[in-house]
Every structure is written in structure tokens, then in C-alpha cells.
């Protein structure tokens, strides 16, 4: 993508509260890799409980214990999960790529910090709330190596949903945001309800990449 590696394409910085022991995820070669869940705090009193996925390679995952603090550099990625009961469903984690390991909390720092460069994969829903809020989600796909995509979800708020709202499928675009989390709750059955949690990029700042649009602001 004109020059820019897949790495600057997909740039996360986290800080938080280890909430769970790591638990085993998979193994690719005998590389083992593991998902331990923190709670990285908002500007506000409210937390975001983070996904993060790392290798054995990286951290010992004997070293990371509930209430310890990490200091994650890494990427933002999509796979999709199947199960029999839910079909195909696209999870999200942050794959981590350095990790140091705090007894103290770093408060120094932003804790949540995400830069993706990609492509819009579906038109922008740009609508606005019963109290006159508006909001945008876009899709955006973000090239990886071995001709590989993440799909990742961005909600824009205010002026810059009005400005997503003017974007087309295949627009390269620049985001700059953090990562939430958010419950929602999941019919299942006409007498059954589950409690699922939604991981999107809340955007601060966009752009369009004009080298890669003929389209102007």
C-alpha cells in the first residue's frame, strides 16, 4: 500500500490492569499463543476490557498475573471464529508484538491509542440518535502480510461522521482513535437472551489518503 508497511498500516499502544490469568488459544508451528483480558481506563471513570492475544515466545504467560500492569505495543486484528450454534463470527483482538510487564500503574502515558490505514468495504451508515446525536460506522479493511485483511469496525460521532457519511467503498482512508468495548445483548431463541461484548475503533481523527483516491475534500 504505496510504500507503507503493514505494521505502520495497524498501530496499537495499550496500557491495563491484567483482569484474568492468560488462558491457551492456539498453536501454529508449536508457537504457542495465549489471550489474557485488561481493563484499560477511559478519560472518564469507565473501563474498556481489551482482548489481547500474545506468543509464549514473547512473555512467559506464567509471568502475567491478575492485578499486574502491561505495557502493549502491537495490531489490531479480525479473524473469524465458528462455532455450531452462532455460525461464522468476526472476533477482534489486539495482536500483541511487545509486552513489558508493571507492578505499578503507568498513568503517564495514553493508555489506548490506535492508528489504522485502510480501505472502506461497505457505504458508511451515517445516521443520527433520538437526541439528535449523530453517528457513523464504517468497515475498514487493513491490509496485512501474505495478502492477508483485517475487517475492523469504526464509529465516528458529530462532524466526523458527517464527514464518513461522504465516503465510497474502496476510499483509502487514516484513523486515529481508541478501542472500546461495549455489551449489547444477543436473541438467541424466542425465550433466550445472551450478553455478548462488541470491540469497534471509536475515531478522534480521519483522513482521506488523496495519493490513493482521485476523489477531494
Known sequence: MSGISALE??????????????VFSHEVYGEGFYIVYI?????????????VMFSERLVNPNKIEENLYLIIEGQFRSYNNYNNTSGHKLMLTVFAREI??????????NPNQICLNGFVCRKPMYRTTPFG????????????????????????WGRNARYAG?????????????????????????????ERVAYEISVSKMEVVKENNNKKE
Open 9 to 22: 498500516n495497524n498501530c496499537v499502544s495499550l496500557i491495563g490492569k491484567v483482569i484474568s490469568n492468560p
Open 39 to 51: 481493563k484499560v481506563p477511559r478519560l472518564s471513570e469507565n473501563y474498556d476490557i481489551i482482548p
Open 100 to 109: 513489558e510487564i508493571s507492578e505499578e500503574e503507568v498513568t503517564n502515558r
Open 133 to 156: 446525536r449523530e453517528i457513523a460506522d464504517i468497515l475498514l479493511a487493513v491490509n496485512r502480510a501474505y495478502n492477508k485483511s483485517d475487517y475492523i469496525p469504526c464509529i465516528a
Open 166 to 194: 461522504t465516503f465510497e467503498v474502496g476510499d483509502n482512508i487514516r484513523i486515529w482513535g481508541r478501542i472500546q468495548s461495549r455489551t449489547y445483548q444477543k436473541k438467541i431463541s424466542e425465550t433466550e437472551v445472551e
